[in-house]
């Protein structure tokens, strides 16, 4: 399986965590199926191949529609590959998403929505200039510029809400929604009412999930410790709220995640 990243516009630099592209090799080269757990952000996926199976809660199958994007997870879904596999995708940063739509983020929480609903106006074009692209390289030319395209017309100035959205997440989502209000001069209901229509969730709800990410991202750091250690260590009240919580957001045990060796989650 060929994996491949490529370079950013520089205009898309501060809302694109990444443009990347997986492709087969052969007729047989399948991706193994993966756990893809809650990670907060939005990501635009482009198949040139058979589009991707997606499992949810263990028995629910979908075939990925062609082109889509995904929101803010609140459960972990499987993914593996249903055939021969080519596709380019984009993962924004968790501020970086709402400055390419003109939908709130939140209409399509938890959910894959076809790129024709997002960018009705603009589908048509683009499915014909992907067409004509030669592979992945080219297909992510386009999509570049596509989205180059769509900042110029939805770009929202709203530096308030992007720091908000930083703090938490640097902090692993172990600041109050209170001081993170304080730090950026909004209020917590400004900030709810923010958040749900850029972000897509409750400023609770991804601080939630950036600590859990935070430990995700942690994990070789985490080994050896007690679950109680790691409760504190990680802001939650106790050893029981953190499995509570952990078990939530991935479907399984902290130990039982902890043994797991297919779980994909985003770049912080």
């Known amino acids: 399986m060929i994996y491949r990243e490529f370079k950013t516009h520089a205009g898309l630099a501060p809302y694109v965590q990444l443009v990347w592209m997986m ?7 399948h991706a193994p199926k993966s756990l893809i757990v809650p990670d907060g952000i939005v990501e635009v996926v482009f198949h ?11 028995r629910e199958f979908r075939i990925q529609p062609k082109s889509f994007a995904i929101s803010q997870m609140r459960r972990c879904i499987e993914i593996e590959s249903n055939g021969r596999t080519g596709f380019v995708s984009v993962r924004f940063f968790p501020w970086g998403a709402y400055h390419f739509f003109d939908k709130p983020v939140s209409s399509f929480l938890d959910d894959a929505v076809d790129t024709e609903t997002l960018w009705s106006s603009y589908h048509k074009d683009l499915m014909e200039k992907l067409c004509k692209a030669a592979g992945g390289t080219d297909f992510a030319q386009v999509v570049q510029q596509f989205l180059l395209d769509r900042l110029t017309e939805y770009r929202t100035n709203d530096s308030a809400l992007d720091k908000a959205v930083k703090l938490i997440r640097s902090a692993g989502g172990q600041l109050s929604i209170e001081e993170v209000g304080q730090r950026v001069g909004l209020s917590k209901k400004q900030l709810e009412r923010k958040f749900a229509a850029t972000v897509g969730t409750t400023p609770k709800t991804f601080a939630r999930t950036s600590r859990f ?3 995700c991202h942690h994990l070789d750091g985490y080994r050896g410790k007690t679950l109680t250690q790691l409760a504190y260590e ?17 479907g399984f045990t902290p130990k039982a995640f902890f043994a797991k060796n297919n779980v994909k989650f985003a770049d912080m």
Do not use: K
């Not at 492709?23 to 080269?29: I, L, R, V």
């Not at 040139?48 to 263990?58: K, Q, R, S």
């Open 234 to 250: 990680c802001g939650y009240f106790d050893q029981a709220h953190f499995i509570r919580e952990f078990t939530a957001f991935s």
């Open 213 to 215: 990410l935070n430990i």
């Open 48 to 58: 040139y191949g058979d589009p991707w199976i997606t499992t949810v809660a263990g």
């Open 23 to 29: 492709e087969s090799e052969h007729e047989d080269d």
